[in-house]
């Protein structure tokens, strides 16, 4: 059995793939080919916004996302620890400092109420407020110095909240906040390309959205690849000239320092092949969803045996992953055991919250400071979500389960 499924969507693709890839090897325009713009077109168009900008990964995306703002040091990204490290990665490596927020323990995404107490924290240098990061140039006085008291030099600019196994974030809540307080919001739609939050698509909220292709992804290419979306025109030509090491007129005409963020041609003309499908994959999400909260609601007892994933009215996931909350850690440890076992891959979507990663030891973060994510993160595990399980297939994997 496999965890997501790429060689059945293949099949029934392979004719459409074929004769895209051989276009593109027919013109040779292996780089910016017009496979780009089209795509970029259908997808903009599909999100329902303005501008589409593809780039060479998701986590390019994010970071032509920040650059676009002139993030860099002294600039406070408020974020989620709950997530892949590539959305708090990107602000680093500019400089910036991510200040982490906890989740809400029912749909795992930023919690909208701590993100307000996390503004309020650094607004008045306070840790007692909310858990607050080191600044990097009092790093080395940490020991001597009380915490609260290095947090300075930063100013709030922007929010980057996650779209995590493909259910959009409470953007009615975040967006408030980020007018309120003048901020940015960077949606990162890595895992939700196609999900809805009361009646739009993921990918059309905040300033910028971005997403990833990622083979694993609802919408992967075979390769990396990524995209941006906005409606502001402005910061879509900024985006344009930096993946394009920041082209003006022509690429030897550079106006701004940029990064080589170019999506492949070939990987545009297999998107497109995929993209075709891809409403009618996303409604078979839905239904592979549906079947997997039947049959494990229908088991699970007690009710509290494990937690099933909770959609709000409105919103709608894409279902990049199907993940479940055991007990503690012992019990996913054997439920995971008995999966194996019967030939039925899982994954643990994340197991170490970013806040605990030796990448980030240096903002002085400690266990504890961000409990709900700690606690999912010892308790989640996925299973195999994808358009083309079967019934059967979905029986046998809720069986192992009742039976651990």
């Given amino acids: 059995m496999d965890f997501i499924d790429l060689k059945t969507q293949q099949k029934r693709i392979k004719k459409q793939l074929d004769e895209n890839i051989q276009k593109v090897l027919a013109h040779g325009a292996y780089i910016m080919g017009p496979e780009i713009k089209e795509l970029e077109a259908k997808l903009a168009s599909y999100v329902g916004v303005k501008h589409a900008i593809a780039c060479a990964s998701g986590t390019d995306a994010l970071l032509m996302a920040l650059m676009s703002y002139n993030i860099g040091p002294g600039d406070a990204i408020f974020t989620t620890p709950f997530t892949f490290i590539a959305t708090a990665e990107v602000i680093s490596l500019l400089g910036a400092t991510p200040v982490f927020v906890d989740i809400d323990p029912v749909t795992y995404n930023i919690d909208p109420s701590k993100l307000e107490l996390a503004i309020r924290a650094i607004k008045a240098n306070d840790s007692s407020i909310h858990p607050l990061p080191l600044t990097p140039h009092l ?95 402005s910061l879509a030509k900024i985006m344009d000239s930096i993946r394009v090491h920041g082209k003006g007129s022509d690429k030897y005409d550079n106006i701004r320092t940029g990064i ?75 439920l995971m055991t008995g999966l194996n076992k019967a030939g039925i891959p899982t994954a643990i979507y994340y197991p170490k919250p970013l806040h605990l990663q030796t990448a980030f030891a240096h903002l002085g973060y400690k266990k504890g400071d961000f409990p709900v994510s700690e606690d999912c993160a010892s308790r989640i595990f996925s299973i195999p979500m994808h358009p083309y399980l079967t019934i059967s297939e979905q029986e046998e994997i809720a069986k192992v389960i009742v039976n651990r």
């Avoid at 009618?280 to 699970?300: D, F, G, K, M, W």
């Fill in 139 to 233: 790093e080395r006085r940490a020991l001597n110095i009380e915490r609260r008291t290095l947090n300075v030099e930063l100013t709030p600019r922007g929010i980057i909240p996650v779209d995590l196994f493909g259910l959009p974030a409470d953007y009615d809540a975040i967006e408030k906040i980020a007018r309120e307080q003048n901020l940015f919001i960077i949606e990162d739609a890595a895992q939700s390309f196609g999900a809805e939050y009361k009646g739009r698509k993921a990918c059309s909220f905040g300033d910028i959205a971005c997403t990833s292709f990622f083979p694993a992804k609802p919408l992967g290419c075979y390769g990396d690849g990524g995209m941006c979306f906005t409606n502001d025109e």
């Fill in 260 to 334: 080589n963020g170019r999506l492949d041609t070939l990987q545009a003309a297999i998107l497109l092949a995929k993209f075709a499908i891809f409403p009618e994959e996303l409604e078979l999400r839905q239904h592979v969803a549906t079947r997997y909260t039947n049959l494990l609601s229908t088991i699970n007892h007690p009710p509290s045996a494990f937690s099933t994933p909770h959609i709000p009215e409105g919103y709608k996931s894409a279902w990049a992953q199907y993940s479940l909350l055991a007990l503690n850690e012992t019990h996913r440890a054997e």
